[in-house]
């Protein structure tokens, strides 16, 4: 199974970015799918996961309310709507898929997909 991300790049402060994610090799309809990130010197962390249904969501506190995750069912393909981009934002993203959004909140990832970075600037 591999994830491939893309949809990275430089924006400035409170513009909007669109990370997609799109599966191959075996099909997961029904895993979770997600974002972590990676800032520079810092840990990597779980910005959001939907459900394998694209019923259930769960956000960082940090992105709530900016971020949008959103799957395409049958392609097994999520996105990442990203408004109103932040300095704090800058990061790579990743892209994950795992038994549940709940795992996925948890660091429990099953796949990881290469990373696309997001460099907001002021």
């Known amino acids: 199974v591999q994830l491939q991300a893309s949809g990275g790049g430089l924006a400035q402060v409170g513009a909007s970015l669109t990370l997609s994610c799109r599966t191959s090799?075996?099909?997961?309809?029904?895993?979770?799918m997600g974002w972590f990130r990676q800032a520079p010197n810092k840990e990597r962390e779980f910005v959001a996961s939907i459900s394998w249904n694209g019923v259930g969501t769960v956000y960082s506190d940090s992105v709530k309310g900016r971020f949008t995750i959103s799957r395409e069912i049958a392609a097994t393909a999520v996105s990442l709507q990203m408004d109103n981009l932040q300095p704090e934002d800058t990061a790579v993203y990743y892209c994950?898929?795992?038994?549940?959004?709940?795992?996925?909140?948890?660091?429990?990832?099953?796949?990881w997909g290469q990373g696309t970075l997001v460099t907001v600037s002021s």
């Open positions: 090799g075996r099909p997961l309809p029904s895993y979770a």
């Open positions: 994950t898929a795992g038994k549940g959004t709940q795992f996925l909140q948890r660091g429990e990832v099953t796949y």
